[in-house]
């Protein structure tokens, strides 16, 4: 277990390094802000002591691609400042570069030198170079070309591919895991498996996805990246597309009511019953894909992004089923609102395994410090 200061920590890849860290059960990691990389006595003050500092933070667009590489350069030099002034020195660093470093692009050159720059401030430092990221809450048209494709398709457009190419593309959970060194056993994997595709076939699979679940269905989720491509598609679903309404079907005998449709693939399917004012949840999942419909009864499904403060609510009833997809790394939890027993329909994509059960608590009502950390 360690204590970690980051910079970067509210983008994109410290956003998902931050819900591996509370996943790991580890102490809340100390943020270096933009602001506090001005001032050489603030980063000395809050890195000292600390186990290990990860510098996530850089510039990736600019207007003038000469303040790409300036501003990774100047962002360094303002750590390494404080770094070298840190009353308890941290006993290592760890840089998220990338492979693009050193390839005479201004980005390229500017990862290059900003790693130099840290690896002669005099600490163990790990130069960390990661490939394409992908993963939930990508930022559309800056973070990654898979962030853009869902972001279209969750708006009901359709991806265009201008130039088909190669990519290598790793989850951040997994590249989280390697800057942390987080261990073994869980829902990711440091060695950062990569998958390889192209930009064309990212794009139909992407459609393939957006289709099915356009009414409810799941696709196939035969392989780990299939399944996180598929949570990273749901997270820009989500809230605007809940809940879903479901296929119901009525003749004399009553109702029957198509709760889940999944392509391939197994899982668990499990009811649950709920006395008046009892609560089911308060926890997240890195990686499951969980979905709740009530039969019976009425209920209230609430749910916060990690490290946010806002709670989303559905208020649902058997009366007129309906699908809630629990999003990945989203803390939710039901709740019986209603005076009589609750009947819910649970279904995960996975057999529940005690050994790695993929998760993890967390109250979903707001707590002060998650605040949403500052870039």
Not at 27 to 32: K, M
């Amino acid at each position: 277990m360690l204590r970690l200061a980051l910079t970067g920590a509210g983008g994109f890849l410290g956003w998902h390094v931050r819900v591996l860290l509370r996943a790991l059960c580890w102490p809340e990691p100390v943020a270096l802000t933009r602001a506090d990389l001005a001032d050489p006595a603030r980063v000395a003050a809050k890195v000292s002591g600390v186990d290990r500092v990860l510098h996530l933070a850089g510039v990736n667009r600019a207007d003038d691609p000469s303040e790409v590489a300036a501003g990774n350069v100047r962002l360094a030099v303002a750590l390494a400042a404080g770094l070298r002034a840190a009353p308890v020195p941290p006993a290592g660093v760890v840089y998220a570069n990338s492979v693009q470093a050193g390839n005479g692009s201004p980005y390229g050159d500017g990862k290059a030198a900003a790693a130099a720059i840290l690896a002669d401030a005099g600490y163990d430092f790990h130069d960390v170079r990661l490939p394409n990221l992908y993963g939930e809450h990508g930022r559309p048209f800056y973070n990654s070309v898979v962030a853009t494709f869902c972001r279209v398709l969750a708006d009901g457009g359709r991806p265009e591919v201008l130039e088909d190419r190669e990519l290598r593309l790793v989850h951040a959970t997994d590249a989280a895991a390697r800057l942390v060194g987080a261990p073994g056993g869980g829902s990711w994997d440091a060695d950062m498996p990569a998958w390889r595709t192209s930009v064309r076939e990212l794009a139909e699979v992407l459609t393939g996805y957006a289709a099915l679940y356009r009414t409810g269905q799941l696709p196939a989720l035969t392989d780990r990246h299939r399944l996180r491509l598929f949570n990273t598609y749901r997270s820009h679903c989500f809230p605007s597309h809940f809940p879903i309404p479901l296929p119901r079907h009525a003749d004399r005998r009553g109702e029957l009511v198509e709760a889940v449709k999944v392509h391939a693939g197994g899982g668990q399917t499990f009811c649950s019953t709920s006395y008046p004012g009892q609560t089911r949840g308060e926890h997240f999942h890195l990686t499951k894909v969980e979905r709740f419909t009530v039969v019976r009864g009425s209920a209230e499904i609430s749910l916060r992004r990690f490290g946010g403060d806002e709670v989303v609510r559905f208020r649902v009833s058997g009366r007129e089923p309906v699908a809630v997809d629990m999003p990945t790394m989203w803390v939710h939890k039901i709740v019986n609102t209603g005076s009589d027993e609750l009947m819910t329909l649970f279904w995960a994509n996975e057999i529940f395994d005690p050994a790695t059960p993929d998760t993890y608590p967390e109250p979903v009502e707001v707590v002060p410090h998650l605040a949403a950390v500052p870039a």
